[in-house]
Nanobody
Framework: QVQLQESGPGLVQPSQTLSLTCTVSGGSITTDYYYWTWIRQPPGKGLEWMGATSSTGSTYYDPSLKSRTSITSSTSKTQFTLQLSSVTPEDTAVYYC????????????????WGQGTQVTVSS
């Protein structure tokens, strides 16, 4: 059974860099045919696909966030990290990591495993 768990600070100051880590247990991000994804849900809005990394280490980003986003994976291949720079209050959201076989989708049903989500608030 694969499990995902997000971790990171719950409060980030404007203009700083948000950094979240997703820890994978019961599996590895080197598993073929899956994308390891970051998705967020701002308050009162729908899910937003942010980016993903593949089993080969390739990365993919939403064009609107690409200039501020970086996704990296650990050498152990059991963690992948999201960094979002120059954050503003509009980046306040619940952030999720998830595993699925498709890119650029924010539908719950397109992912077979999700983390529980972590609230990040951008405020001074």
């Amino acid at each position: 059974q694969v499990q995902l768990q997000e971790s990171g600070p719950g409060l980030v100051q404007p203009s700083q860099t948000l950094s979240l880590t997703c820890t994978v247990s019961g599996g590895s991000i080197t598993t073929d045919y899956y994308y390891w994804t970051w998705i967020r849900q701002p308050p009162g809005k729908g899910l937003e696909w942010m980016g993903a990394t593949s089993s080969t280490g390739s990365t993919y980003y939403d064009p609107s966030l690409k200039s501020r986003t970086s996704i990296t994976s650990s050498t152990s291949k059991t963690q992948f990290t999201l960094q979002l720079s120059s954050v503003t209050p509009e980046d306040t959201a619940v952030y999720y990591c998830a595993r699925g076989p498709r890119l650029r989708t924010s539908q719950w049903s397109d992912y077979d495993y999700w983390g529980q989500g972590t609230q990040v608030t951008v405020s001074s």
